[in-house]
Structures are given as C-alpha cells and as structure tokens.
C-alpha cells in the first residue's frame, strides 16, 4: 500500500502522483524509506496535538453530582450568569419535566385573533396566552388546530373573556 493510501486510506489525486498511461516509475528503497518516517512523523504530530486539545478541554470540564433534593440553576440561553446570593429564595413549583427536558404549559386564553394572507390564502390565527411554570407566554397560533385540540377555550363563539 503506498504511503498516502497508508494514512488516509484513499488513492493519492494530486498531480504528485498522476502518471501517464505507459509510464513507469521505480522508486529506490531510500525513498520509500524516507516516505515512510515522514507518514509515522505526520501520525506521531497528530496525535500529539489531539492529546494536547484532549488535555486543555480536561482541564475545563468538572464533574458534577447532584442528590435529590439539590437546587440547581440551568442555563437556557447564551449570557445567562448569575451571582449568589443567600438571599435569593425561589419557590418552587411543581414541574414535570419530561426525559428530553422539556415540560408541558397549556393554554389559559385567547388573546386575539388576526387574519394572515399567504399566496392568495387566508390563514386565520389567534394569540394564546400559556401558563406555566415560569408564568404567562404568548405565542401566535393557527385557529384550527386551537379549535381542535383545546375547543374549550372557543366556548359559544366568544374567546373566553373577551369579544373580537
């Protein structure tokens, strides 16, 4: 196998190793020789500089272990920092979160209801307002798969508490 196949496993295509049809090249042992200390160099160099990447990303990891009934903080954006305080007091709330760590909020209201014209269509949508575990949201929503999976909250053609 040549030495270029040796390290990446493929054919060389450069034009290095192009020959014509017909042509034949003889390489002397001193080359190959020569070839091969520098693929072991360029292996060696490698991993040397993986090993090194290894050792800096080591060195910034903690392992961290929690037990039941320990309060933790996550991140859930970019820039999110926070300074202790013994006197900050969260209370706590009941929230299933699921295996993917995710957790479920449901609708509480209708908010408004606007109509949006895509490419000659109509598409009706309304704003739902979610209670969760981390209060109120608001989110633009379409009316028929509102109406379908939470009718309730279309009760008698009025959206619950208010009139559009």
């Avoid at 800096?56 to 999110?80: N, P, T």
């Avoid at 307002?129 to 379409?142: C, F, K, P, R, V």
Wanted: hydrophobic share 30%; proline share 4%.
């Amino acid at each position: 196998m040549a030495p270029y196949e040796a390290l990446y496993g493929r054919k060389c295509w450069t034009p290095l190793c192009w020959l014509e049809p017909g042509e034949d090249i003889t390489l002397g042992p001193e080359v190959v020789q020569q070839t091969t200390e520098k693929v072991k160099l360029i292996q060696e160099r490698m991993r040397t500089a993986q090993s090194r990447q290894k050792s800096y990303q080591d060195k910034r990891r903690k392992d961290l272990e929690f037990e039941v009934g320990d309060h933790v903080f996550l991140r859930v954006s970019r820039g999110l920092g926070y300074i202790h305080d013994p006197s900050h007091v969260i209370e706590l709330d009941d929230v299933q979160v699921k295996e993917n760590l995710t957790y479920e909020t449901l609708p509480l209201r209708i908010k408004d209801r606007r109509t949006k014209h895509l490419r000659g269509k109509e598409i009706s949508l309304v704003k739902v307002i979610y209670g969760g575990a981390s209060g109120e949201d608001a989110t633009w929503e379409l009316e028929s798969q509102m109406r379908t999976t939470y009718p309730s909250l279309f009760e008698s053609g009025k959206f619950r508490g208010q009139n559009f």
